[in-house]
């Protein structure tokens, strides 16, 4: 059989390209080696796995956002969702970004779709690269003005004369920046997510072909990101938890990190055993539009909350007849509505949004697993093995059809 690419250069090893992805890999390794070396002390086998996925949604995301990364030729990207559950992921949200040149002038565009929430922000540097910083942001209304939910969005140095519509402000002394989306969904079964693309209005839409070396080029800002996201993660989550003080009990991190759009956080560090529940109340706040409650592993991955009830939100949740919100953190379903499933883990954090309103007070305590029921309402909302399953499979199956790649 002939060979079809011809006869082979015996110097394809050495060759540039050859040296670039060589150059690639071993820079992943020393970043990974860096991260284990800072992040794994103190931690067991099981959590310095923990340490492994996280790195792994990183290396995901990184190499969707850079391999193809082109300022005047944005695309969207996932950073976020059901496939990539580091960074505190909130069950609920699909978070995409696109990188942008503050220079530039560009086009968002897009259909609604029916989520409660839609949010758009612009940020300043490299995410996990360099320090970044909030510049703007934007809640897309409810009902968007075109038809079929279609609207615009334009990002540019100075709103365009005459235009009134949404508009975002780019700072043109900032070459590296970002336009971070992200969309809130409660019933993932039937919501409809939006659908968004970003075009350049500074330059042709037609793309010049990539440099024999564009895409090893770009593919050497990858190690770094992925060093870089996962310990600038991990220094945030320590802050968090330091502002959580003692296990077991929750407090406001709302500053710890840039606030998203009036949205408040409570976070904390839950510890118990096999035969033990962890129970949490506090009242509604006025003004609540959402609040969505899930757990994340010791290195700040959410829980498999596709498949498990490690999240829920103020449509799959129920508050008590007295006003109150209940939660209920064990291993074993105790068969109340508001149970969030910690899987085995020996330590699982735990992270509240409250949206519209600031953060409430929240009491916490542990109990013995066998007593949960004595610890809760009379009248606390129930819910049968066969219903929790039922559920579980059409908030699977809605976890899935939601964007992940």
Same mark, same amino acid.
């Given at each position: ?25 071993? /820079? *992943? ?29 990183? *290396? ?75 510049? @703007?942001? $934007?809640?897309?209304?409810?009902? /968007? ?21 949404? &508009? ?19 019933? &993932? ?26 895409? $090893?080029?770009? #593919?050497? $800002? ?18 968090? *938890? ?39 109340? @506090? ?7 959402? &609040? ?18 490690? /999240?829920? %939100? ?10 109150? #919100?209940?939660?209920?953190?064990? %291993? ?7 149970? #969030?499933?910690? %899987? ?9 949004? &409250? ?51």
């Amino acid at each position: 059989m002939s060979d079809t690419f011809g006869v082979r250069s015996a110097d394809t090893s050495s060759s540039e390209v050859a040296e670039g992805w060589r150059r690639f890999t071993d /820079a *992943l390794a020393t970043a990974g080696a860096a991260v284990y070396a800072r992040e794994n002390i103190g931690r067991d086998v099981a959590q310095q796995a923990e340490i492994t996925e996280s790195m792994v949604y990183a *290396l995901i995301a990184g190499l969707m956002a850079f391999a193809n990364a082109d300022r005047d030729h944005p695309e969207f990207t996932p950073i976020l969702n059901s496939g990539i559950r580091r960074f505190a992921t909130n069950a609920d949200t699909v978070y995409l970004h696109a990188l942008i040149n503050g220079a530039g002038r560009y086009r968002i565009v897009g259909r609604r779709g029916t989520v409660g929430i839609l949010h758009f922000q612009v940020f300043a540097g490299n995410m996990g690269v360099s320090e970044i910083s909030a510049q @703007c942001e $934007l809640v897309a209304p409810p009902t /968007a003005p075109g038809e079929n939910g279609e609207f615009e969005i334009l990002l540019s140095d100075e709103r365009p004369k005459g235009y009134d519509g949404l &508009w975002l402000q780019l700072d043109p002394t900032f070459a590296e920046q970002f336009i971070a989306v992200r969309y809130v969904a409660k019933d &993932w079964a039937t919501e409809i997510d939006p659908q968004i693309a970003i075009e350049p209005l500074h330059h042709s839409i037609r793309k010049v072909r990539d440099n024999p070396t564009g895409l $090893l080029d770009r #593919l050497q $800002l990858v190690p770094a990101y992925v060093q870089g996201v996962t310990e600038e993660l991990m220094t945030i989550m320590r802050s968090q *938890l330091e502002k959580s003080g003692a296990p077991n009990d929750v407090y406001d991190v709302t500053q710890t990190f840039p606030n998203i759009a009036g949205q408040a956080y409570t976070h904390g560090l839950i510890e118990i055993g096999p035969n033990e529940a962890w129970i949490a109340e @506090c009242e509604v706040p006025q003004g609540l539009s959402y &609040w969505g409650i899930q757990l994340m592993d010791f290195a700040y991955n959410t829980l498999e909350f596709p498949f498990r009830q490690c /999240a829920i %939100n103020s449509d799959l949740g129920t508050v008590d007849r007295d006003g109150k #919100l209940r939660i209920v953190v064990c %291993n074993q379903d105790p068969g109340v509505v508001n149970w #969030l499933d910690n %899987n085995g883990y020996g330590k699982v954090q735990i992270r509240c949004r &409250w949206f519209g309103s600031a953060h409430p007070t929240i009491r916490t305590k542990v109990v013995p697993l066998a007593e949960v029921r004595d610890h809760l309402p009379a009248d606390t909302e129930t819910i049968s093995p066969h219903e929790r399953e039922a559920r579980l499979r059409k908030r699977s199956i809605g976890a899935q059809m939601r964007r992940r790649w």
